[in-house]
């Protein structure tokens, strides 16, 4: 039942490295530096948009989101529901921190995750590939499981379940049908691809407006694949480079995402969300580092 290769395939991760875990230590060290700092951590303070984006919050990760949505709250964050943050970046609406979370794929854990956020009064979106929701691709053992060994394994969110999302206050988003790499798909495929998924998830879950790119990077993604998504009737698209927004992007701005991982230490999250603020130009994203 379990495709070895599912990981490698569709995956948005590699297998951690030693390399990866020397990584992290430095990370720690720079963050707690950094962060020691008056004036890196003012960068939080920074009117903006800031996007955040997880994959799944798993039960040992669960105190560790509660710490960054409670430090969120205590220092002066509000947090958007995803088509708010969207009118704010697209119109440039900013007078202060605003962050906003989405979830990519749908494991089983982010309901878990989205009744933690909404005691926090958050409402996240949801970016979903129908093809994971369809019952014969419901359980995946491998996928998700692999960073932590310990973990119980992570299925798909079911029907059912995605329901209680939507029926929570959360918003749903397409990410394809197939979890697809854009910018290697021929024209017909892609709009095949998004025609399924509008069809497969509209009728239980309503319209879709939001689109995430899968694999997230500029890399994967294409000015043609742009425009089909825009044709298939999708009002923003989001990729998983990292960024904020702080200046009016118009309508179809490239929203940028933070990924974020809830078992990081609380300092990560910060020093690499204060790093975005830092790197940000007082331009707004442009398309235009797409490939053709
Ligand atoms: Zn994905």
């Not at 395939?9 to 962060?35: C, W, Y």
Request: proline share 5%.
């Amino acid at each position: 039942m379990v495709d070895p290769d599912y990981a490698t395939r569709f995956s948005d991760f590699a297998v951690p490295s030693a390399r990866a875990q020397a990584r992290k230590i430095a990370l720690s060290l720079l963050a707690e530096t950094r962060l020691r700092t008056r004036a890196y951590r003012e960068l939080l303070q920074t009117p903006r948009v800031h996007f955040l984006y997880l994959h799944y919050v798993f039960q040992d990760e669960e105190a560790g989101f509660e710490s960054l949505l409670e430090w969120l709250g205590d220092n002066n964050h509000t947090l958007l529901s995803y088509s708010d943050a969207v009118k704010r970046a697209e119109s440039g609406e900013i007078d202060r921190p605003y962050v906003c979370f989405s979830f990519d794929d749908g494991v089983d854990n982010c309901l878990k995750a989205a009744a933690i956020l909404k005691a926090h009064g958050a409402f996240a979106c949801f970016f979903l590939n129908g093809c994971n929701l369809e019952e014969e691709h419901v359980i995946k053992p491998m996928l998700y499981t692999y960073r932590q060994p310990g973990r119980k394994p992570a299925r798909y969110l079911s029907l059912g379940e995605v329901e209680q999302l939507k029926n929570a206050g959360h918003e749903i988003g397409g990410h394809t049908y197939h979890h697809l790499n854009l910018a290697e798909a021929s024209d017909d495929e892609i709009d095949q691809d998004l025609q399924r998924n509008r069809a497969f998830l509209e009728p239980r879950f309503g319209p879709l407006h939001h689109f995430a790119w899968p694999f997230g990077r500029f890399s994967c993604f294409s000015q043609a694949a742009r425009r089909r998504v825009l044709q298939a009737g999708y009002t923003s698209i989001a990729s998983a480079e990292r960024g904020i927004h702080r200046t009016p992007g118009g309508p179809g701005l490239c929203i940028l995402r933070d990924n974020i991982v809830a078992a990081w230490p609380l300092s990560h999250a910060r020093y690499l969300m204060a790093q975005s603020v830092a790197r940000a130009s007082t331009a707004p994203p442009s398309w235009e580092d797409l490939p053709a």
